[in-house]
């Protein structure tokens, strides 16, 4: 009796992180910050703040696609996606590949000419493209390079930029 | 008597140059569609952020000298530039009036025809569409002519004016030598945060292109710049605009530059080589009495007097 109670007093906290967590029913735990960049070398790695973004976006699908279970927009998707449930796989790395254009990829594409989704960006425009997409859309959130990670030393150098600016040249001064 | 062989030896070995090299050309323009395994990029120009990391990438993999002015200083998009001896690729930006975002950028560098007219211009071949699909350059036997310059139906070869002992002609090369002979993609490639430039087979990205115009049509104006354009190139092109609006000729033509020149070409070997022998021949037959007078003058003068009635 005792525990039924208990249980029943648990019913409404559940809802609420079925609610929250559509992905807790998978086993799948979503995390409030995800480091991302981690292995960058010309910008610093960032930690996003995932449970902004959760509760700025109005569907999941927004970023996950069809992988979360919720409700997908995109006419495009909907052709087949309409019923689809969650998957399996919901993090962006699960399916965009860091290196989309390395022989492997490529000839991996060759050997699956049935896939539908061959045209599937790699990870890191997957996500600048969902990211800057949004923001741009939406004119809320940054939209330039140094507005989401810091660009390191290394990066400085690279763009030719900071403290590795172009100096003027001496004697090219006046007239 | 000697000179005489001489010349016909000329005319008969001038000839057969002339139609077996004719014979040859004929065969060899028009109808390339590139290599099998060619690689290409496709430059989604709706992508395109205009951050300019492309040109810094190019910068540091080609190692150019230092630009001008950093990588992320946007104030270099108030006027358009073109490619030059100090950068291989640049990033031009557009004012756009049908797009809803008012400006758009396009990337631009060597397309790397299937046909190149640079490399139809180059007397001394310094120019190699290799089997990878990139147009490659050897500034080791270059002369200096530029004549690629004023052939590129796309103005993109540079030359560095700056080099007073040794100038070369200067233009993206598809990173053969350091990626794309390894199988990787070039650098502007690799750095694009947007996936603007998506690599692979050429003949693949053309169907790649054509889906997402198909399954997207509200965001892609319909076709695909580079597909037929002077007979096809390595880079191709979709957009939300029509490619004028971007700055892209659209007066070219789906016709190779080589196929414009050719019959003229054709004709050039019979002028240096046919010319000269044909003449001289003409004029040796017509002065050959002359001479046989002038020859016989001293001997037979006697003789040919006596036959005269």
Known sequence: ?175 | MKRRDFLKVCLAGGAAATFGGACGTARAGGSFEGYPDGMGVLVDTTRCIGCRSCEAACNKEQKMPEPKKPFDDMSVFNQPRRTDETALTVVNRYEVKESSRGQMYRKQQCNHCNEPACLTSCFVNAYTKTREGAVIYNGDICVGCRNCMIACPFNIPGYSYSSAFNPLVKKCIFCYDTRLKYGKPPACVDICPQEALTFGHRKDLIKTAHERIRETPDRYYDHVYGEKEVGGTGWLYISSVSPDQLAMDTSLGNEPIISNVKEFLGTVPMVLSIWPALFSGIHLLATRNKDHHDNDTSTHTPGQEDGTP
């Open chain 1, 1 to 175: 009796m005792k525990s039924d109670r208990s249980l029943q007093a648990l019913i409404p906290l559940l809802l609420l992180l079925a609610v929250l967590l559509p992905a807790a029913g998978w086993g799948i735990s979503v995390p409030d910050s995800i480091i991302l960049n981690k292995n960058g070398a010309l910008y610093d790695q960032i930690s996003f703040d995932h449970a902004r973004h959760i509760r700025v976006t109005k569907e999941c699908s927004d970023c996950h696609h069809h992988t979360t279970g919720t409700l997908v927009e995109d006419p495009n998707c909907i052709r087949c996606h309409r019923n689809s449930g969650p998957s399996q796989t919901v993090s962006c790395r699960g399916c965009h590949t860091p290196d989309p254009f390395s022989a492997k990829s490529l000839r991996d594409k060759d050997h699956a000419p049935k896939t539908y989704h061959l045209d599937k960006p790699g990870l890191k425009g997957a996500m600048h493209q969902s990211c800057v997409g949004c923001h741009t859309k939406s004119k809320k959130g940054p939209t330039t390079c140094t507005g989401c990670h810091p660009r390191s030393a290394a990066g400085d150098a690279f763009y030719n930029t900071g403290e590795y600016a172009p100096k003027p040249k001496a004697g090219k001064s006046g007239h």
